[in-house]
């Protein structure tokens, strides 16, 4: 059985679980482009407020959508480059999966740093590269490391970590094990040749990502952010 390809999401719930725990007890933390909450249940220790704008409702026949959507969760109903709250309202700021759904992700970044109070965290998690999701909210296949040392470097961040999720070849196998579904809906569907061809693809690639040297570099599914504001 080939595991290589199957770990984006835990990966990145994961590391949200950990990181959320570096943060002190009490903290007051906005989720911002919250959905629907769906780590508020790693946030039992800290002050929980959400925000989103309440938009996407699961519905679309373009690309990735997810059949329905919750909305009635959130706390605060908003654009994410105008939150309703005064500048330095909170402790951290977590925004995952969100920036590539943002006409102006720079915009978004600002807004985030606004609502945030000297020392306090901020943590993002964003494609490195995406399919068409949650269309038409979709404005970016995804941001890179240096997106983020760029914008968070020019508003005087710590930086105190910046990982990528994955590597190249976790990746392609990630996309290979879509193919079945992808040439069902657009192409002239999987037969069983197809079926033998992405076993000995998964193969080759799970062998290639053991051997893994630095792949991230060029192609991942994740950049993951946990900053400091001085």
């Known amino acids: 059985m080939f595991t290589v390809g199957t770990q984006n999401e835990a990966n990145r719930y994961q590391w949200t679980e950990a990181t959320l725990k570096k943060i002190p007890a009490g903290y007051k933390i906005l989720d911002a482009g919250a959905g629907e909450c769906q780590f508020k249940k790693y946030c039992t220790h800290l002050n929980y407020v959400s925000q989103d704008f309440a938009q996407y409702n699961g519905d679309g026949n373009v690309g990735l959508q997810m059949g329905s959507w919750d909305n009635t969760q959130l706390d605060i109903v908003s654009d994410i480059t105008s939150i309703p709250v005064a500048d330095g309202s909170f402790d951290a700021v977590m925004c995952t999966e969100v920036l590539e759904h943002v006409p102006d992700p720079v915009a978004a970044l600002k807004e985030m740093n606004r609502t945030l109070r000297s020392g306090g965290y901020l943590m993002i998690t964003v494609p490195f590269a995406s399919l068409t999701h949650f269309a038409p909210y ?25 990982e990528q999720n994955g590597n190249y070849f976790e990746f392609i196998a990630q996309e290979v094990r879509r193919v079945k579904h992808v040439a069902k809906k657009y192409s002239k569907g999987y ?3 197809d079926k033998i061809i992405t076993h000995l693809q998964l193969l080759s690639l799970q062998k290639f990502a053991k051997s893994n040297n630095n792949s991230e ?12 504001k001085k």
Do not use: D, P, R, W
């Open 138 to 162: 979709h404005f970016a296949s995804g941001l890179n490391k240096f997106f983020f040392e760029h914008h968070l470097g020019a508003m005087g961040y710590t930086i105190l970590q910046l």
């Open 191 to 193: 037969n069983i040749f």
């Open 217 to 228: 570099e060029l192609l991942s599914f994740n950049t993951f952010v946990f900053a400091q």
